[in-house]
């Protein structure tokens, strides 16, 4: 399947990882969460995440930063890659109560001592990402890509009129002109949050995915770049002059 178009292939999680990892992979569906590795060229790398939309709550944050540490422990430098598939956080009084927001603050702190250990963090939106559900995965990665028709937002239209006040009709007026206010992928690629829209040959996608990934964040580079954010690089450059 490498080299196929996305009309050509359907991206379930299964097919999705055949088509990243050519050389073969061991990941298995736990629930909704992703566990396993994969190879790629001659490149072998851990993988988790999430599938089926899932609703990240605080197993499935557990989860990850488990596998997170395993690989720490026992694959020095390895990549890790999160593919992601989650409709946000779970909503419910008893992932609340147990301190879910905690939960993925753990996952954060994994991701980053990943990171200090000097192994390479990449994501990969492959259907939809909301919110929380991706913040401590996905989204704090190295470089994290998407797929032409992955659907990335903190929240829809309708529900941000309804937070804002504002009318849902100014607000898709506005989305036209800033990025900010639209979903989908391609706004937040012009954001600096999605490095890049993967096609054709995820193998390859990867492949260069871990070739840039350098840990540093560009996010805030890449949006003034791109004219999706024009004053979060300067900001945090005049914060950082003035430290």
Same mark, same amino acid.
């Given at each position: 399947?490498?080299?196929?178009?996305? #009309?050509?292939?359907?991206?379930?999680?299964?097919?999705?990882?055949?088509?990243?990892?050519?050389?073969? =992979?061991?990941?298995?569906l736990?629930g909704?969460?992703? &566990?396993?590795?994969?190879?790629?060229?001659?490149?072998?790398?851990?993988?988790?995440?999430?599938?089926?939309? !899932?609703?990240?709550?605080?197993? &499935?944050?557990?989860?990850? !930063?488990?596998?997170?540490?395993?690989?720490?422990? /026992? =694959?020095?430098?390895?990549?890790?890659?999160?593919?992601?598939?989650?409709?946000?956080?779970?909503l419910?009084?008893?992932?609340?109560?147990?301190?879910?927001? #905690?939960?993925?603050?753990?996952l954060? /702190?994994?991701?980053?001592v !990943?990171?200090a250990?000097? =192994?390479?963090?990449?994501?990969?939106?492959?259907?939809?990402?909301? #919110?929380?559900?991706? &913040?401590?995965?996905?989204m704090?990665?190295?470089?994290?890509?998407?797929?032409?028709?992955?659907?990335?937002?903190?929240?829809?239209?309708?529900?941000?009129?309804?937070?804002?006040?504002?009318?849902?009709?100014? %607000?898709?007026?506005? #989305?036209?002109?800033?990025?900010?206010?639209?979903p989908?992928?391609?706004?937040?690629? /012009?954001?600096?949050?999605?490095?890049?829209?993967?096609?054709?040959? %995820?193998?390859?996608?990867?492949?260069?995915?871990?070739?840039? !990934?350098?840990?540093?964040?560009?996010?805030?580079?890449?949006?003034?770049?791109?004219?999706?954010? /024009?004053?979060?690089?300067?900001?945090?450059?005049?914060?950082?002059?003035?430290?």
């Amino acid at each position: 399947m490498v080299g196929k178009s996305f #009309s050509e292939v359907t991206m379930n999680w299964q097919t999705l990882a055949g088509c990243l990892f050519p050389q073969g =992979h061991t990941i298995v569906l736990q629930g909704d969460l992703l &566990i396993g590795s994969g190879r790629c060229g001659e490149q072998d790398f851990a993988v988790t995440g999430t599938a089926n939309h !899932a609703e990240v709550g605080v197993e &499935i944050t557990l989860g990850m !930063a488990r596998k997170v540490l395993d690989t720490i422990r /026992k =694959h020095p430098r390895r990549p890790i890659l999160f593919l992601t598939d989650t409709q946000g956080q779970r909503l419910r009084r008893r992932d609340e109560l147990l301190g879910l927001n #905690s939960y993925m603050a753990h996952l954060g /702190k994994c991701v980053e001592v !990943a990171r200090a250990h000097g =192994h390479p963090i990449i994501g990969l939106v492959y259907d939809q990402a909301l #919110s929380g559900g991706f &913040i401590a995965s996905a989204m704090g990665a190295d470089i994290c890509g998407a797929l032409p028709n992955a659907q990335i937002r903190v929240m829809g239209l309708a529900a941000t009129a309804r937070v804002t006040r504002l009318s849902e009709e100014k %607000l898709q007026a506005l #989305s036209q002109t800033s990025p900010v206010f639209g979903p989908g992928a391609d706004n937040y690629v /012009k954001m600096g949050a999605i490095d890049a829209l993967w096609y054709g040959d %995820l193998a390859a996608s990867l492949e260069s995915a871990l070739a840039n !990934a350098d840990g540093r964040d560009h996010r805030s580079e890449l949006g003034l770049q791109r004219g999706g954010r /024009k004053l979060a690089y300067p900001v945090a450059q005049d914060v950082a002059g003035d430290a």
